[in-house]
């Protein structure tokens, strides 16, 4: 088969394109097929030797994969071969097979395409974990998605319309808050060319937000949290500007308002039966069209370089996605 490889830690354009052996099961896993895989800034990490988690060298970036299981190892249950999955790993699914454990995997339902399912789990995931699970966001509340044309912005766009909330978008050009406002934003404000604290004192009419959605970090962080409403909650979700924000912690004191984390991968291996039931949430959502990754490019195997550099540069609207065949 072939793979996308990380040989040594470095920028996108270290990577190449490979012949592998193919890959045999292990107990509790499957391999699959790949036939999409989605793009995320965690990938552009991994090979940089940046991220949480590392593996050893060489290794094929790509947490999130669509396909068919061709293999299934030992103790592997409610599984089959040729069943369409999603499924979720660290690393491993830029390539034309995956390995990936059985409790990662999630059916894909007939109205969604392999291309749709690469772009699902991870950001709708994220999104629906830290607006349920981690912010209790409520309808009626106010919601500000920081760099929300992103990936990860438009799921938590699409999914705090779908819990009741009024949402307020902020991204970096034009172009992109029409983007989100194509996906439900009820206000924008673009952080290029206005002063976010007075734009969402003006659209809160003083209050704040209730909860804002951060994958940004960076100086927005700050600028955004001194808005923030009473009792409010502040999620931090990445830090895609590349810099992690020191936020003077008087600052929640005053307002009663939390700084909470969301990270996927560890609510993953914790909660397996509250994952599940958002699984089937979102899937739900989907179906009944309240939700749907917004795919804004597709790139081959060869062109995976070209993918992180986009996201990497915040070029990307919505989601992009490799696809081997």
């Given at each position: 088969?072939?793979?996308?490889?990380?040989?040594?830690?470095?920028?996108?354009?270290?990577?190449?394109?490979?012949?592998?052996?193919?890959?045999?099961?292990?107990?509790?896993?499957?391999?699959?097929?790949?036939?999409?895989?989605?793009?995320?800034?965690?990938?552009?990490?991994?090979?940089?030797?940046?991220?949480?988690?590392?593996?050893?060298?060489?290794?094929?970036?790509?947490?999130?994969?669509?396909?068919?299981?061709?293999?299934?190892?030992?103790?592997?249950?409610?599984?089959?071969?040729?069943?369409?999955?999603?499924?979720?790993?660290?690393?491993?699914?830029?390539?034309?097979?995956?390995?990936?454990?059985?409790?990662?995997?999630?059916?894909?339902?007939?109205?969604?395409?392999?291309?749709?399912?690469?772009?699902?789990?991870?950001?709708?995931?994220?999104?629906?974990?830290?607006?349920?699970?981690?912010?209790?966001l409520v309808a009626?509340?106010?919601?500000?998605?920081?760099?929300?044309?992103?990936?990860?912005?438009?799921?938590?766009?699409?999914?705090?319309?779908?819990?009741?909330?009024?949402?307020?978008?902020?991204?970096?050009?034009?172009?992109?808050?029409?983007?989100?406002?194509?996906?439900?934003?009820?206000?924008?404000?673009?952080?290029?060319?206005?002063?976010?604290?007075?734009?969402?004192?003006?659209?809160?009419?003083?209050?704040?937000?209730?909860?804002?959605?951060?994958?940004?970090?960076?100086?927005?962080?700050?600028?955004?949290?001194?808005?923030?409403?009473?009792?409010g909650r502040h999620?931090?979700?990445?830090?895609?500007?590349?810099?992690?924000?020191?936020?003077?912690?008087?600052?929640?004191?005053?307002?009663?308002?939390?700084?909470?984390?969301?990270?996927?991968?560890?609510?993953?291996?914790?909660?397996?039966?509250?994952?599940?039931?958002?699984?089937?949430?979102?899937?739900?959502?989907?179906?009944?069209?309240?939700?749907?990754?917004?795919?804004?490019?597709?790139?081959?195997?060869?062109?995976?370089?070209?993918?992180?550099?986009?996201?990497?540069?915040?070029?990307?609207?919505?989601?992009?996605?490799?696809?081997?065949?």
């Amino acid at each position: 088969m072939k793979a996308v490889l990380c040989t040594d830690w470095g920028l996108p354009e270290t990577l190449t394109v490979q012949a592998v052996a193919d890959l045999q099961p292990g107990d509790g896993e499957v391999v699959v097929e790949v036939h999409a895989a989605g793009v995320n800034f965690p990938d552009a990490l991994i090979i940089q030797r940046k991220y949480q988690f590392q593996p050893d060298l060489p290794f094929s970036p790509g947490g999130e994969v669509a396909g068919v299981i061709r293999a299934i190892g030992p103790n592997v249950r409610d599984w089959k071969i040729g069943d369409r999955v999603i499924g979720s790993s660290t690393w491993g699914g830029f390539a034309e097979q995956a390995m990936i454990k059985a409790e990662r995997l999630v059916p894909i339902p007939d109205e969604m395409d392999f291309t749709a399912a690469s772009a699902f789990v991870l950001a709708h995931g994220t999104s629906l974990h830290g607006l349920k699970d981690r912010a209790h966001l409520v309808a009626g509340e106010t919601l500000l998605v920081l760099g929300a044309a992103g990936g990860v912005g438009i799921a938590a766009i699409e999914i705090g319309k779908a819990m009741g909330a009024r949402v307020i978008a902020a991204a970096s050009s034009e172009d992109k808050l029409e983007f989100c406002r194509q996906h439900g934003a009820d206000a924008t404000i673009n952080y290029s060319t206005e002063d976010l604290r007075d734009r969402l004192k003006v659209l809160t009419d003083g209050v704040g937000p209730d909860v804002i959605y951060d994958p940004i970090g960076g100086s927005y962080s700050e600028t955004a949290f001194r808005t923030i409403a009473w009792g409010g909650r502040h999620l931090i979700v990445g830090f895609a500007s590349g810099e992690v924000p020191k936020l003077p912690l008087n600052l929640p004191l005053l307002k009663s308002a939390s700084v909470v984390g969301v990270f996927l991968g560890s609510f993953l291996r914790r909660g397996p039966s509250v994952v599940k039931e958002h699984m089937r949430h979102l899937m739900e959502m989907y179906t009944t069209g309240k939700i749907k990754p917004s795919i804004t490019k597709v790139y081959s195997l060869e062109e995976a370089h070209l993918a992180l550099r986009d996201v990497m540069e915040r070029r990307v609207m919505g989601k992009v996605v490799l696809v081997p065949r």
